[in-house]
């Protein structure tokens, strides 16, 4: 028996990682049928380094988020995922993505893009998709190809 997702949520974030697993989100949603979640979630511990916390700064990337998602909405409708839906949370990237978002939206696959955290980056703050992978409840695909399964890298030689 086949394995059908209802549920898929991609986490996008503007990095060339999370193109790559929203591009293949969107082609496992029209495959399964599936209802895609873009889900955006905006790190408010950046915020707290600026000594007097500006809700200006909050508001422009909520904004830009917005933007973001929609024009994802958008593409994804236009390649035929019919079911689309887009969210902004605010915190710990990491915690939503893996367990606030699935349990409040039945989520039943994440898609996520490979980190391009180094090493000691990751010693020190650790990975979402690591993160993810650890903690989530439901199946995680972790992307590091583009649709023709060709890394980013192999593109360029």
């Known amino acids: 028996m086949l394995q059908n997702y209802n549920k898929i949520m991609v986490a996008v974030d503007g ?8 591009q293949k989100a969107v082609n496992v949603a029209i495959r399964n049928d599936a209802e895609l979640l873009l889900a955006h979630v905006i790190d408010t511990r950046a915020f707290q380094s600026i000594s007097s916390f500006d809700g200006m700064l909050a508001e422009q990337a909520t904004e ?3 933007q973001t998602l929609s024009d994802y909405k958008k593409q994804a409708e236009e390649h035929g995922c019919e079911n689309v839906s887009t969210v902004i949370e605010y915190g710990s990237p990491k915690v939503i993505i893996a367990k606030q978002l699935p349990q409040d ?14 090493a000691v980056e990751r010693l020190f703050i650790g990975s979402v998709s690591e993160y993810v992978i650890r903690n989530s409840t439901c199946d995680v695909l972790v992307v590091r190809t583009n649709l023709e399964n060709n890394t980013p890298k192999e593109e360029k030689e």
């Open 15 to 22: 990095s060339a990682e999370a193109e790559l697993a929203y």
């Open 64 to 66: 830009m988020a917005k």
């Open 105 to 118: 939206h039945n989520v039943d696959l994440i898609m996520i893009g490979a980190t391009g955290l180094n």
